[in-house]
């Protein structure tokens, strides 16, 4: 039996392995697949295995699988929750911690109650990722905040950047009514895109708020994305539109995200237990 946890971060929910313990997974493409099968497994938008680090600068590592088996470089809502689950388990003291990711060491820091729970995460997002060679984006310019593409015979504008993940986001007049989950999958695999891309749809309400909807990589609309969020304050900035410090609302509620004078993103945001138990891993 597979002992698992699962969580979410704004109702983006994951299923959480501890492998620090020496579980390990066979074939995990797979059993992603199957345990986030939200009808035939325990139901989730993908799978985060905790491992223990593979260098001295970093206390833990996390993967990342997506519900269709795919391995995402790095997920703000999922390190948060990875965050949590380390507190709860007592699997360090530490408050402060860094998790070794595809997309680079992150640091995170446990936000404790007067009860000593741990309910919310800030994390380092590290600087966004404009044009260079780490960016599959088959583009040119020195930084394509903008960049026209072709969606059902309309022009569509989008500012593509990487959060260590990439993203394509675009501004919307009423992000409520738009319609993700027609232009989502079109723009996650217009051929611009050559590994694909997770797609922002933005509503700015004021110099400090904005509204978001995600349509994931590998997964589909999703109720809430971290890097998603960062990536849309960071292109709203270059786009003149808000300022350092600016609350994004996502389906699944809100996080705090700032531009910091360092060129860093910090997001801030709750982290949720749902339950624990155990399934079958054959």
């Not at 910091?260 to 624990?276: C, F, L, P, R, S």
Request: charged share 25%; proline share 3%; hydrophobic share 35%.
């Amino acid at each position: 039996m597979l002992n698992f946890t699962k969580m979410t971060g704004l109702g983006n929910d994951y299923i959480y392995i501890d492998c620090t313990n020496g579980t390990k997974i066979k074939n995990i493409t797979e059993v992603a697949r199957r345990l986030s099968d939200r009808h035939f497994g325990v139901g989730s938008d993908g799978v985060v295995l905790i491992n223990k680090p593979e260098n001295e600068n970093s206390d833990f590592k996390m993967r990342i699988f997506n519900s269709d088996g795919s391995e995402a470089e790095m997920c703000g809502n999922g390190i948060r929750c990875v965050a949590k689950f380390i507190h709860d388990n007592n699997l360090s003291q530490k408050d402060k911690l860094t998790i070794d990711t595809l997309a680079g060491i992150k640091k995170v820091k446990v936000i404790e109650d007067n009860k000593g729970n741990c309910n919310e995460v800030i994390v380092d997002m590290g600087e966004p990722i404009f044009q260079d060679n780490n960016i599959p984006y088959d583009v040119y310019e020195p930084y394509t905040k903008d960049l026209d593409l072709d969606v059902k015979g309309e022009k569509m504008r989008f500012t593509a950047l990487s959060m260590g993940n990439p993203h394509a986001v675009t501004f919307v007049e009423n992000v409520d009514d738009f319609n993700v989950k027609d232009i989502g999958p079109i723009i996650e695999r217009n051929p611009k895109f050559p590994n694909r891309t997770n797609v922002e749809f933005v509503e700015i309400l004021d110099k400090n708020n904005i509204k978001v909807r995600v349509w994931e990589r590998g997964v589909g609309e999703t109720l809430a994305c971290g890097t998603g969020a960062c990536a849309a304050v960071v292109a709203s900035g270059l786009n003149g539109y808000t300022d350092e410090l600016v609350t994004v609302q996502l389906p699944g509620g809100k996080l705090k995200i700032e531009w910091g004078t360092d060129n860093h993103i910090y997001m801030q945001g709750t982290a949720k237990t749902v339950y624990k138990g155990e399934i079958n891993d054959d």
